[in-house]
């Protein structure tokens, strides 16, 4: 049960932050440099996106088919921010934020293969497991 939570907990636990802040009429960050909500997003989906991809890894699935799906699913999900946004007081759907989000998404993948060997340390250090990729 703790390797699940230790697997899935994160993704989860992104999904609802942006949820939240998705959520909310105005952000109480102060504004310093143009663009900073680009890479709020940018941020925001890289972790959301390593999340999936760190989950879809531990499942032993193929590289390529952990970058598609992670791209594929991470994207829907910040088409579904965007439009949820559109609802929300003094908030607009922004192509741009998409693209953001989805750029995120991609650095996460092109990364994950590295931070995931350092991943499975910490879980063979925690559980006492080891993991064969």
């Not at 890479?39 to 989950?55: E, K, M, P, Q, S």
């Not at 965007?82 to 929300?88: M, P, R």
């Not at 989805?102 to 994950?112: E, K, N, R, Y």
Request: aromatic share 18%; proline share 3%; with cysteine.
């Amino acid at each position: 049960m703790k390797q699940k939570i230790y697997i899935y907990l994160p993704f989860i636990l992104v999904m609802c932050t942006i949820f939240f802040l998705s959520s909310q009429s105005s952000l109480p960050v102060k504004h310093m440099f143009t663009m900073q909500d680009k890479v709020f997003h940018f941020i925001a989906f890289a972790c959301l996106g390593y999340g999936l991809y760190r989950i879809l890894r531990f499942h032993q699935h193929k590289p390529i088919v952990i970058t598609l799906v992670t791209i594929g699913v991470c994207g829907l999900y910040g088409l579904s921010d965007e439009i949820h946004q559109s609802f929300v007081p003094n908030r607009v759907f922004d192509w741009w934020d998409l693209f953001a989000d989805v750029l995120g998404v991609c650095f996460a993948c092109s990364i994950g293969k590295f931070l995931f060997r350092k991943d499975l340390e910490l879980f063979s250090f925690l559980f006492k497991k080891q993991i064969k990729i």
